[in-house]
C-alpha cells in the first residue's frame, strides 16, 4: 500500500522532484510544498463532508424561544496547510436576536480566523519570542503568512482564558475547602517566591514568581512555576496552591526561600509557616556588599576589606556577633554612611532566625534562591523584558500565563479545553 502511494505521489509530482534533482534540500522543500496542498484539499474536503454543526431545525433559545435554522454560511479558516472555506450551520431566534455557529465552538474555532493547530503553533513559538518574530517564524516553518497583531490576539485571548480557569479552580477549592490531590510525594520540597518588574503603559510593575522544585527517587529534580501580577495575598494562594500539588501536606522536609522581603514573609507565615524559613545566601550576601559600597564605594578595595569579616560570620550563622560588630561600627560614622550600617543591622535583625546558615548547612538544606532568580530571568524577563518592550496589564499578563504554561508542560491540556472558544 505505501509503494502504490509513493509511485502515485511520484507520478503526480514528477516535474517538481526531477527539477530538485539530487539535492536533499530542494526536495525537502518541494516535498513539503506538495504536502501542504495535499493537506490543504484533503482537510477542505475533510471538512465539506460533515454536518457542520446541523442540529435540526431549531435549537432552544436561552430566552425561552428557539433559534431557527437560516442555512450554511462560509468562513475562511487559515490552517497550518493554508486557507479553507468551512460553510457552517447558521441559527437565528427571532425572539431575542441572538444567533449560533454550533460548529465553531465544537471544532475550537475562535473570532480570529486561524484554525486550533496554527493557532497553537503561533502560541508555542510566542511563548519564546516577540510577536514579530513568531510571525516571522510561523512563515518560515509552515509557510503560513500569520500578522504579528492576529498572533498577538490569539496569545492573549489564549492566556486570558489560562487566567480565567485558574481563577475558576483557586475559587472553586477556597469555597469547597478542599485541597489539591498531590501529583507527587517528595521527601524535601523548595518553595521560592521572588519578583522582578516589567515595563508597562504607566510605569514598571512587580511580577511575582514562585518557583517549587524537588527531587524524585532517582534523584531526578523537577519544579514547577508560578506568575502572576497579583497582589501578594492572591499570589501566595496560587502558591500554596501549587505547593499541594507538588506534595506541600505529603513532604516530611519543606524549605522556603526567599529574599526576607516584607511580602515574602507575609506569604510564609500565612501560608507556609511550618517549613523551614531561610532567607537566600545572595540577598543576605548583598545586603553586606550594598553596606561596603555605601562607607567605601564601589569596586574599591576597601570595600573588599570590609565585607570579609561580616560575611564571615553571617556563613557561619554568628548573627550575633555580627550585629555587635555593626554596633561598633555605627559609632565610627555619620550622615549617609551610618544609615547603611542602620539599614543592614536592621536587615540582620529583622531575620537572624532565618540566618542560620551553619545549621542550614548540616541539614543539607539549600541556602540560596537560585532557582527563582533563575525563574525571574526564565520565566519573566527572557519574554516579557526583551529591548523596546511596553505592555498592557492585560497583555502582560496573558503573555506570561501562556508562558508559564508552556514551561509546565501543561501544554496538552490546555489545548484539549479548546481555548480559543471559551
Request: charged share 25%; hydrophobic share 35%.
Given at each position: 500500500m505505501d509503494?502504490?502511494?509513493f509511485?502515485?505521489f511520484q507520478?503526480?509530482f514528477?516535474q517538481?522532484?526531477d527539477?530538485?534533482?539530487?539535492?536533499?534540500g530542494?526536495?525537502e522543500?518541494?516535498?513539503t510544498?506538495k504536502?501542504?496542498q495535499l493537506g490543504?484539499g484533503?482537510?477542505a474536503?475533510l471538512v465539506?463532508r460533515?454536518?457542520?454543526?446541523y442540529?435540526g431545525?431549531s435549537?432552544?433559545?436561552?430566552?425561552?424561544?428557539?433559534?431557527?435554522?437560516?442555512?450554511?454560511?462560509?468562513r475562511?479558516?487559515?490552517?497550518v496547510?493554508g486557507w479553507?472555506t468551512?460553510?457552517?450551520?447558521y441559527?437565528h431566534?427571532r425572539?431575542?436576536?441572538?444567533?449560533?455557529?454550533?460548529?465553531?465552538d465544537?471544532s475550537g474555532?475562535?473570532?480570529e480566523g486561524?484554525s486550533p493547530?496554527l493557532?497553537?503553533?503561533c502560541?508555542?513559538v510566542?511563548?519564546?519570542d516577540?510577536?514579530?518574530?513568531t510571525?516571522?517564524?510561523?512563515?518560515e516553518?509552515?509557510g503560513q503568512?500569520?500578522?504579528?497583531k492576529?498572533?498577538?490576539r490569539?496569545v492573549?485571548?489564549?492566556?486570558s482564558?489560562v487566567?480565567?480557569?485558574e481563577?475558576?479552580?483557586m475559587e472553586s477549592?477556597?469555597?469547597?475547602?478542599?485541597t489539591p490531590?498531590?501529583?507527587?510525594?517528595?521527601q524535601r520540597?523548595y518553595i521560592?517566591p521572588?519578583?522582578?518588574?516589567v515595563?508597562e503603559?504607566?510605569?514598571?510593575h512587580?511580577a511575582?514568581?514562585?518557583?517549587?522544585?524537588?527531587?524524585?527517587?532517582q534523584f531526578?529534580r523537577?519544579q514547577?512555576?508560578i506568575?502572576?501580577?497579583d497582589?501578594?495575598?492572591?499570589?501566595g494562594?496560587?502558591?500554596?496552591l501549587?505547593?499541594?500539588?507538588c506534595?506541600?501536606?505529603?513532604?516530611?522536609?519543606?524549605?522556603y526561600?526567599g529574599?526576607?522581603a516584607?511580602w515574602v514573609?507575609?506569604?510564609?507565615?500565612?501560608r507556609f509557616?511550618?517549613?523551614v524559613?531561610?532567607?537566600?545566601?545572595y540577598?543576605?550576601?548583598e545586603?553586606?556588599w550594598n553596606c561596603?559600597?555605601?562607607?567605601?564605594?564601589?569596586g574599591?578595595r576597601?570595600?573588599?576589606?570590609?565585607v570579609v569579616k561580616p560575611?564571615?560570620?553571617?556563613?557561619?550563622?554568628w548573627?550575633?556577633?555580627?550585629?555587635r560588630f555593626l554596633e561598633?561600627?555605627r559609632?565610627k560614622y555619620?550622615?549617609?554612611k551610618?544609615?547603611a550600617?542602620?539599614t543592614?543591622?536592621r536587615?540582620?535583625?529583622?531575620?537572624e532566625q532565618?540566618?542560620?546558615?551553619?545549621v542550614?548547612r548540616?541539614?543539607g538544606y539549600?541556602?540560596?534562591s537560585?532557582a527563582?532568580?533563575?525563574?525571574c530571568k526564565?520565566v519573566?524577563?527572557?519574554?516579557?523584558k526583551?529591548?523596546?518592550?511596553i505592555?498592557?496589564?492585560?497583555g502582560?499578563?496573558?503573555?506570561?500565563a501562556?508562558r508559564v504554561?508552556w514551561?509546565?508542560?501543561?501544554?496538552?491540556k490546555?489545548?484539549?479545553?479548546?481555548?480559543?472558544a471559551?
Amino acid at each position: 500500500m505505501d509503494s502504490i502511494i509513493f509511485d502515485q505521489f511520484q507520478a503526480c509530482f514528477a516535474q517538481e522532484l526531477d527539477l530538485a534533482g539530487q539535492d536533499l534540500g530542494a526536495l525537502e522543500s518541494a516535498v513539503t510544498a506538495k504536502m501542504r496542498q495535499l493537506g490543504q484539499g484533503l482537510l477542505a474536503r475533510l471538512v465539506s463532508r460533515g454536518d457542520n454543526g446541523y442540529k435540526g431545525s431549531s435549537l432552544a433559545c436561552d430566552c425561552g424561544g428557539s433559534m431557527r435554522f437560516v442555512g450554511h454560511r462560509p468562513r475562511d479558516i487559515q490552517t497550518v496547510f493554508g486557507w479553507i472555506t468551512v460553510n457552517r450551520a447558521y441559527y437565528h431566534c427571532r425572539e431575542c436576536g441572538r444567533s449560533c455557529v454550533p460548529y465553531d465552538d465544537a471544532s475550537g474555532l475562535g473570532p480570529e480566523g486561524i484554525s486550533p493547530g496554527l493557532a497553537r503553533a503561533c502560541c508555542t513559538v510566542a511563548a519564546d519570542d516577540s510577536f514579530s518574530q513568531t510571525a516571522r517564524k510561523i512563515e518560515e516553518l509552515l509557510g503560513q503568512n500569520v500578522s504579528d497583531k492576529t498572533v498577538e490576539r490569539v496569545v492573549h485571548r489564549v492566556g486570558s482564558v489560562v487566567i480565567r480557569q485558574e481563577a475558576r479552580q483557586m475559587e472553586s477549592l477556597l469555597e469547597h475547602r478542599r485541597t489539591p490531590e498531590a501529583v507527587m510525594k517528595p521527601q524535601r520540597l523548595y518553595i521560592c517566591p521572588d519578583g522582578t518588574v516589567v515595563h508597562e503603559k504607566d510605569g514598571w510593575h512587580e511580577a511575582k514568581v514562585g518557583c517549587i522544585y524537588w527531587e524524585d527517587e532517582q534523584f531526578e529534580r523537577g519544579q514547577r512555576y508560578i506568575g502572576c501580577f497579583d497582589n501578594s495575598d492572591v499570589f501566595g494562594k496560587h502558591l500554596w496552591l501549587e505547593a499541594c500539588r507538588c506534595g506541600l501536606r505529603e513532604a516530611s522536609q519543606v524549605v522556603y526561600i526567599g529574599d526576607g522581603a516584607g511580602w515574602v514573609r507575609s506569604i510564609h507565615n500565612k501560608r507556609f509557616s511550618k517549613a523551614v524559613f531561610i532567607v537566600d545566601w545572595y540577598h543576605a550576601s548583598e545586603h553586606v556588599w550594598n553596606c561596603g559600597r555605601a562607607l567605601f564605594g564601589e569596586g574599591t578595595r576597601a570595600t573588599e576589606t570590609w565585607v570579609v569579616k561580616p560575611l564571615n560570620l553571617l556563613w557561619e550563622g554568628w548573627t550575633r556577633k555580627l550585629l555587635r560588630f555593626l554596633e561598633r561600627q555605627r559609632g565610627k560614622y555619620r550622615g549617609c554612611k551610618r544609615d547603611a550600617i542602620e539599614t543592614l543591622y536592621r536587615y540582620i535583625s529583622t531575620n537572624e532566625q532565618q540566618m542560620r546558615y551553619d545549621v542550614f548547612r548540616a541539614r543539607g538544606y539549600e541556602i540560596g534562591s537560585g532557582a527563582v532568580e533563575g525563574a525571574c530571568k526564565h520565566v519573566v524577563a527572557k519574554r516579557l523584558k526583551q529591548s523596546g518592550m511596553i505592555w498592557t496589564r492585560a497583555g502582560s499578563s496573558a503573555t506570561l500565563a501562556v508562558r508559564v504554561t508552556w514551561l509546565n508542560k501543561d501544554w496538552d491540556k490546555l489545548w484539549s479545553t479548546k481555548p480559543l472558544a471559551a
